[in-house]
């Protein structure tokens, strides 16, 4: 695993900084809140996504990197392209998914927003279970703690998939549907499946002003909520889109308790714990409350729905405040007060 030490030497050499990110996800949101606080971008881009890129000149990156795939970022030559242009890489799901958790840990040189340990306990189901319940959050109950057989799960896979091949089934059922899809059950999880309304909280926490925001609140648009407009019966999860949300006030007492406790719980199981963005997914019902079953350790896409700020971010900043653009706040802040290493690794 790479050393934090070696990122700081890193860091010490540095000089103007420029924001890195792969072209995909939240990129349009990173690259535009970083230039509202004046940095140069650098985009890592497939070349059929440059012009996407360049139709939205506020939002595109100053330099595009082109690459045939987005693991070439792990290249040797790549790397040192990013370290020479003195660039700070803001990682995102598309950027954990293409390039993996255990590269970015092990192979990736290039001072990262964050504690890249986070993504280690996000990529593994089984670690961010013991996050969520070091944290003391409800969550679902697992197979294996399921009695009832009859009971529906809801079955899914390791790491940042958009909710694609997911699906539900009864528990007696689980091992018999697994063979008949040709998947094994060590590559995938099964939870209680839990009936309620979905709401994902866009955290942001600064250990520079050691303080916890809410800033953004959204839902999923997976193709099973309008299953109803196919023809044949299609219940898949893959997400395409997201909505946004604002919840009733008595409940933020329960959505700030949470990420408070998943803050505390990093602490003690990565320290220095989570730094920047991240999201829990919850269910909330009425007669159980919240009841979480992922915590996403970087920022999310559902925070694309706010370049401009959310319902809360302006009760933090009296000014536009997207979660791209916080991140790029934060840098600044460290890069201003030479306190990178507190928020980088």
Avoid at 73 to 80: G, M, N, P, R
Avoid at 213 to 241: A, P
Wanted: proline content about 4%; overall charge neutral.
């Amino acid at each position: 695993m790479i050393r934090k030490d070696e990122i700081d030497e890193i860091l010490g050499e540095y000089g103007e900084i420029k924001i890195a990110t792969i072209c995909s996800h939240s990129a349009l949101q990173i690259f535009h809140g970083a230039r509202l606080e004046g940095f140069k971008t650098v985009g890592i881009s497939l070349k059929d996504r440059v012009k996407v890129y360049e139709s939205f000149p506020l939002a595109m990156p100053d330099e595009f990197l082109v690459v045939s795939s987005f693991k070439e970022v792990l290249d040797d030559s790549i790397q040192e392209y990013l370290r020479e242009r003195n660039c700070i890489i803001v990682p995102h799901g598309s950027f954990v998914a293409y390039v993996g958790g255990e590269n970015i840990l092990d192979k990736l040189c290039i001072p990262m927003f964050g504690n890249r340990l986070s993504l280690l306990w996000e990529c593994n189901r089984d670690r961010q279970m013991e996050w969520l319940r070091k944290a003391g959050l409800k969550t679902p109950r697992r197979f294996s703690e399921i009695r009832d057989k009859d009971i529906k799960v809801f079955v899914k896979f390791h790491g940042a998939m958009g909710g694609k091949n997911y699906f539900i089934t009864d528990a007696g059922k689980v091992e018999e549907e697994l063979e008949r899809r040709g998947i094994s059950l060590d590559k995938v999880v099964v939870e209680e499946f839990i009936s309620g309304v979905r709401y994902y909280p866009h955290y942001f926490y600064s250990p520079i002003f050691n303080r916890l925001e809410l800033l953004g609140m959204d839902k999923r648009i997976e193709t099973v909520d309008e299953s109803y407009r196919f023809i044949e019966k299609r219940y898949d999860y893959t997400v395409s889109g997201n909505v946004p949300i604002i919840v009733r006030e008595s409940l933020l007492k329960s959505i700030i308790s949470m990420g408070r406790n998943i803050v505390e719980a990093s602490k003690k199981l990565f320290p220095p714990g989570i730094i920047g963005p991240f999201c829990l997914e919850n269910f909330f019902n009425p007669d159980q409350g919240f009841i979480t079953f992922e915590v996403s350790a970087r920022i999310v896409a559902g925070t694309n729905l706010y370049p401009m700020g959310s319902f809360y971010s302006w009760y933090y900043f009296n000014e536009p405040m997207s979660m791209g653009r916080r991140i790029a706040r934060e840098i600044k802040i460290a890069f201003k007060n030479d306190i990178l290493e507190k928020i980088v690794y």
